[in-house]
């Protein structure tokens, strides 16, 4: 982290190193976010250089968190992985149409292919359904000056940017020089009471969205003119307009050809891309994901080729962009399988899924590494949608299925799972008791385990790891009006465990049970952290 500190150095460092690094060179005043790989390793690394970083509960509260920061006037950033931002979209949508006196950036870490994650949706979607100026980085340098540039490009406007990355992005390293793109230094921190701008109800949201269509034809034309993005000049038979990582290889394959790069992709610089397409015999678009360039540029009456379908899925390397310049449409190789990923040898989820597999139990799943319950050996999670889901739809479940089935059907969770969006389901199970009761299973590891071991409201640690409040899953759940709640170390008491889910299962009451025992992969490091963290809160 030393080079990281050094101003003008080179240093090799990922994005989302990158990102941080510029963070703290704009004086951001609080960075916000909900770990999820591959954003995560950018508010660690603010952290580490110095700046104030926090875990949310979810990405809603922490986009929420921002706004007020950039309502006081000064700088936020906000991070999260492409799905986090589903979470965050309702302050996202409404937010664009209000006045920001600070700096507003939004981190949206997308995951072509899925490398870890559950779907492969493309958010620059978001850019043009919200209405959010949105620049895409190609490598660690851009993300740098690019996460410059949006602070510049919110304050400017007053409204909120979006900084998309990918996976690629995020983690592949390559070498940044800080100090290459200036902005003015933060002003000072000032509450200006402005309802009409800030206070969305129908009278005031009604002239609030021409006023963002007016700002967006604003840095639309900008755009044109200086916005962040690149000619390079060559062969005149091909053009190829790209953007983000795409880049690179489209230079590699095609070192020939001129190219047209995007850092700027909403609003899209429409005439930029018009006369490069008019002085290019062919004209082709290779991006990721959807076809989102190709439709700006034909909306905008731009004569230009798009991919085949079957790039759509998953990252494109320089072998896919060849043939998708040279139309081959074949079928490509299949994939080879990897290793299939299991449980670390003394994990406590195994327990946990041994016994539900001997009460053969409905297992509706949630996101994190007890995921894995649905691959062999145990194969004991049936359904998996979304961060909270498991709650929710354990209770469709209990409300339709027969007696018989519904009276087998167990939600799991896992801790930080159940702070970031479990709690409401809990209240809906309370409001709406199933019938045949319910039963949730909490896995109380003591971290947020699938991305990196990173704190959440239920260990009562920061993000640095210092000793703050928290939130008891067993309190709540009394606290809430269940009274059947039980907490058990499955692994020294796996006879009980199970005894005990059986039991749960055969009266007809609402009960939540909590499987706690530290992840091995962090329980020294919590015992250190405790250990530290002796001295009462203030």
């Known amino acids: ?271 930029l891309m018009r006369s490069f397409a008019e002085s290019v015999e062919r004209c082709i678009v290779i991006e990721e994901g959807d076809p989102y360039l190709v439709e700006g540029a034909r909306a905008a009456c731009i004569a230009v080729e798009g991919k085949p379908e079957s790039f759509r899925f998953g990252e494109l390397n320089c072998a896919r962009v060849r043939r998708i310049l040279d139309g081959d449409c074949t079928p490509e190789p299949k994939r080879v399988a990897g290793k299939t990923p299991s449980f670390c040898p003394g994990c406590p989820h195994r327990s946990v899924y041994t016994a539900l597999k001997n009460l053969d139990c409905i297992v509706p799943g949630d996101i994190g590494c007890y995921s894995l319950g649905a691959l062999p050996p145990f194969e004991t999670m049936d359904t998996m949608i979304c961060m909270g889901a498991s709650i929710g739809v354990g209770l469709g479940l209990r409300y339709t299925l027969p007696p018989a089935e519904a009276k087998r059907v167990v939600s799991v969770i896992g801790d930080s799972t159940f702070v970031h969006s479990g709690i409401t389901g809990l209240i809906e199970m309370i409001y709406n008791p199933p019938e045949s009761g319910h039963v949730v299973v909490i896995l109380d590891n003591g971290t947020t385990a699938m991305t990196g071991l990173q704190e959440h409201p239920g260990t009562g640690r920061t993000l640095a790891h210092a000793k703050t409040g928290k939130v008891v899953f067993e309190d709540l759940a009394h606290t809430l009006g269940i009274h059947s709640v039980a907490v058990i170390d499955p692994i020294l008491n796996f006879e009980k465990f199970q005894e005990t889910i059986q039991e749960c299962l055969n009266k007809p009451e609402l009960s939540v049970v909590i499987a706690r025992r530290n992840c091995l992969l962090a329980n020294r490091s919590i015992r250190e952290y405790e250990r530290g963290n002796d001295q009462p809160i203030d």
């Open 1 to 271: 982290m030393n080079s990281l500190r050094q101003q003008n150095e080179l240093s090799l460092v990922s994005g989302d190193e990158a990102v941080a690094m510029a963070a703290i060179d704009c004086g951001v005043a609080l960075g916000t976010g909900y770990p999820g790989t591959p954003s995560t390793e950018i508010l660690e690394t603010f952290a580490a250089l110095g700046g104030r970083a926090q875990w949310s509960p979810n990405e809603k509260v922490a986009l929420e968190v921002a706004i007020g920061v950039a309502f006081a006037g000064a700088r936020a950033l906000v991070t999260m992985k492409h799905v986090g931002l589903n979470v965050a979209a309702d302050p996202l949508f409404t937010v664009a149409s209000t006045r920001l006196d600070g700096a507003l950036v939004v981190v949206s870490a997308d995951d072509p292919g899925m490398a870890s994650s559950q779907n492969e949706q493309d958010n620059r979607r978001y850019a043009l359904s919200a209405g959010v100026p949105m620049l895409e980085p190609s490598d660690s340098q851009e993300a740098y000056e690019f996460m410059v540039r949006a602070v510049e490009i919110s304050e400017r406007w007053h409204v909120p940017v979006l900084l998309r990355m990918t996976t690629r992005v995020c983690h592949s390293k390559t070498v940044v020089q800080r100090g290459t793109v200036k902005v003015a230094p933060p002003g000072e921190t000032h509450f200006e009471h402005d309802l009409p701008s800030r206070v969305m109800i129908p009278a005031y949201a009604r002239p609030a969205h021409p006023r963002l269509r007016k700002k967006l034809a604003e840095m639309a034309a900008w755009n044109d003119e200086d916005g962040p993005n690149q000619l390079i000049a060559g062969s005149t038979k091909l053009g190829i307009i790209t953007s983000g990582v795409s880049f690179h290889h489209v230079r590699e394959v095609a070192p020939e050809a001129s190219v047209l790069k995007l850092g700027m992709t909403y609003p899209l610089p429409a005439e």
